[in-house]
């Protein structure tokens, strides 16, 4: 049903700051590229990279990029060896952090990571430690002033789980990760406007942060993805927008 997004202002924050840094594309070739290697290169049958390419094509990325990237990691190509590691545990207020990373030195990430957590009044954990707090789904955005009913009709038909409405207006479609791809063409095909689409984990509950609390929180989330080597950085903090525009985050 219709309501309001209580986490897309988290997920604001990190677009924001992948198109500040730069490094979007790095980290999409990547996901390309282990979804391939691991599922192989046709995009029909590997619904990992169909997603994955799905959010390279919503972030603009040339179509022959994709391409390669894919290449590679099928073994057509050239490519780095890169594995992918998760780490969890709590930032401070007791707000859930989960980080995915690939890499191809371990030794290195798990340095980085733990050195974020410590220096920002984090404590890592153990596997699995937060991770149950968090749903694997497909997230699909779109902004503009759509027709609610019309919107949710055509996205439960076609197997979106839930829509819901952000305080700016625009909406956002959930949907089992499997079946991002499937849920973008009807949407697609009925004349909508995708602003983005992914692969994400949502949090089953949040854990809602002040503005001194909230400061800290956009400062320890900042340093983590500002290392190379993390994919996505996923927390259940809560945010309000008044909060986020008084700390000039929007």
């Not at 929180?217 to 993390?230: H, N, P, Q, S, T």
Request: with cysteine; net charge negative.
């Amino acid at each position: 049903m219709a309501g309001h997004s209580k986490w897309a202002n988290i997920r604001h924050k990190k677009g924001k700051t992948d198109a500040k840094r730069g490094k979007l594309f790095t980290r999409l070739i990547r996901e390309v590229t282990v979804a391939a290697r691991l599922g192989g290169a046709d995009a029909g049958s590997n619904p990992r990279l169909r997603a994955a390419i799905d959010t390279a094509l919503s972030a603009n990325m040339p179509k022959d990029t994709i391409e390669r990237a894919a290449a590679r990691g099928a073994g057509n190509l050239d490519s780095d060896s890169y594995e992918e590691l998760r780490y969890e545990g709590y930032g401070p207020n007791g707000v859930a952090i989960v980080v995915d990373c690939m890499t191809d030195n371990r030794n290195r990430t798990v340095a980085d990571v733990r050195h974020a957590f410590t220096k920002h009044g984090g404590n890592l954990g153990t596997d699995g430690s937060v991770s149950y707090l968090f749903k694997k789904v497909g997230l699909i955005s779109i902004e503009g002033n759509a027709e609610e009913e019309a919107l949710m009709e055509v996205a439960i038909d076609a197997g979106a789980e839930d829509v819901l409405q952000n305080e700016d207006g625009s909406y956002e479609i959930t949907t089992a990760w499997e079946e991002i791809s499937s849920v973008n063409d009807v949407l697609v095909s009925a004349g909508y406007t995708l602003a983005t689409s992914e692969v994400t984990m949502q949090a089953e509950t949040t854990v809602s942060l002040a503005q001194e609390a909230a400061e800290s929180m956009l400062k320890f989330l900042d340093a983590l993805e500002e290392i190379d080597d993390v994919q996505k950085v996923y927390s259940n903090a809560e945010i309000s927008a008044d909060v986020l525009m008084s700390l000039n985050e929007y």
